[in-house]
C-alpha cells in the first residue's frame, strides 16, 4: 500500500504540473529520439539507440512514481488546522536551546521540503521531534551528530514565506 501525503493547494499544483510535463513533453521527446536513432540504421549496433531506449526506461520509471504519489497525495485544509499543536502544515517558531537560534519552518510532506523557504520535510529528524508538541514544549530531536533541543514558541496557520535570513532573526515578522 502506498504513503498518503498531505500537499498545500500550491504543492499539488507544482507535482501536477511537473507529472504532467513529463507526460506531455518529455514523453514524446524520448520517443523521437528512439526514433531518431532507428532510423540510422543497425540497431544491434546502435549505441544512440539503446541510449535513447535507456532514457525511455527512466522517464517511464520517474512517471510511474510520480503517478503513484500524486494518486495518493491529499489536498489538506489548512484553515482547518488545530493549532493547538505542531501537525502536518503547521508554521512554528522554534528556539535551538543550544546557541539561542529562532527559527521558523512549515511542516510539508517530504516531496515539498525546500529549506531555502523554510519548509521542512515531516519525516526529516527535526519534523518528527517536532510533531504532536505544543508551545512551550521542548523537542528532543536526534540527529546524526548528537540530540538537539527546541523550545516551541509559536505554532500558527501562516507566516509569510520567510527568507533564510529572516529565519534566524529572533524577532517576529509585524502584522500587517
Not at 7 to 19: F, I, M, N, P, V
Not at 37 to 57: F, H, T, V, W
Not at 121 to 137: A, F, Q, R, T
Request: charged content about 30%; overall charge neutral; hydrophobic content about 35%.
Amino acid at each position: 500500500m502506498s504513503k498518503v501525503s498531505y500537499y498545500t493547494a500550491e504543492g499539488l499544483k507544482k507535482l501536477r504540473d511537473e507529472l504532467n510535463q513529463l507526460r506531455d513533453v518529455e514523453r514524446p521527446r524520448a520517443s523521437q529520439a528512439i526514433a531518431e536513432a532507428r532510423d540510422k540504421g543497425d540497431l544491434s549496433e546502435n549505441a544512440e539507440y539503446d541510449a535513447a531506449k535507456e532514457a525511455q526506461g527512466l522517464l517511464e520509471m520517474k512517471i510511474a512514481k510520480l503517478e503513484e504519489v500524486y494518486a495518493n497525495a491529499r489536498l489538506i485544509d489548512e484553515s482547518q488546522l488545530d493549532t493547538s499543536k505542531i501537525l502536518v502544515h503547521s508554521n512554528v517558531k522554534i528556539k535551538n536551546l543550544t546557541n539561542g537560534a529562532e527559527m521558523k519552518y512549515k511542516l510539508v510532506a517530504q516531496s515539498e521540503a525546500d529549506l531555502k523557504t523554510g519548509k521542512i520535510s515531516v519525516d526529516s529528524p527535526i519534523g518528527k521531534g517536532l510533531l504532536g508538541k505544543k508551545v512551550g514544549d521542548i523537542a528532543e530531536v536526534q540527529v546524526p551528530n548528537g540530540t538537539l533541543k527546541f523550545e516551541i514558541l509559536d505554532i500558527c496557520l501562516l507566516y509569510t514565506s520567510p527568507s533564510p535570513r529572516d529565519r534566524t532573526r529572533s524577532r517576529m515578522p509585524s502584522s500587517a
